[in-house]
């Protein structure tokens, strides 16, 4: 049995969850609404405040797709209740960003500053800086995981940090490998 799978997803007051014959479940909480599809082979319940995944067989397949659709489930949970974020880091001199109303501008050492518009479900908050010397923080913010991360790993691909004085944007708790520069002459 998946240690995942079988775990019960509870479901806080003020959500209400949706299970059609087909498997999609749809999940509204006080942040807003997700649906998603389901395998039709795993059999997903909604009893007294609980939600459970159980699997037909110990088939490969149904054992992947049983923890899986687990925490799928759960994270749909969580979304509508608290909301994902994530927080990159920019470094380096001339390095910013900014909003212009939804979009996010960032300087990133182009020639030309790169606009980004949001996907819909997702919002950008740019955070000032404290001290020249720390880095400028944007949030991410929205209610579907897997929105939120992919657009933070579109914005990280812009300018990853670059291992020799760390500029670039990194999300804050990833840690960058240094690496000396070149060697100094010998006298």
Do not use: C
Not at 22 to 49: A, C, D, Y
Not at 54 to 65: F, I, Q
Request: charged residues 30%.
């Amino acid at each position: 049995m998946s240690r995942i799978g079988k775990k019960p997803i509870p479901v806080p007051r003020g959500v209400e969850v949706t299970i059609t014959e087909e498997n999609r479940v749809t999940v509204k909480g006080p942040k807003g609404t997700l649906s998603q599809q389901f395998s039709p082979e795993m059999l997903i319940t909604h009893e007294n405040g609980v939600i459970t995944v159980a699997r037909p067989s110990d088939d490969k397949r149904h054992r992947a797709l049983h923890g899986l659709t687990r925490s799928l489930i759960a994270n749909m949970v969580t979304g509508v209740t608290e909301g994902y974020q994530r927080i990159l880091e920019i470094t380096g001199i001339g390095y910013r960003a900014a909003r212009e109303g939804k979009n996010l501008v960032l300087q990133v050492g182009f020639s030309h500053p790169i606009r980004v518009t949001p996907p819909e479900g997702i919002t950008f908050e740019v955070l000032e800086r404290r001290s020249a010397n720390e880095p400028q923080q944007v949030i991410i913010r929205g209610i579907d995981k897997q929105k939120v991360g992919e657009e933070a790993a579109k914005l990280r691909a812009l300018r990853p940090p670059e291992p020799y004085k760390g500029y670039g944007i990194k999300y804050r708790d990833e840690r960058i490998r240094r690496k000396a520069g070149k060697a100094g002459k010998a006298r």
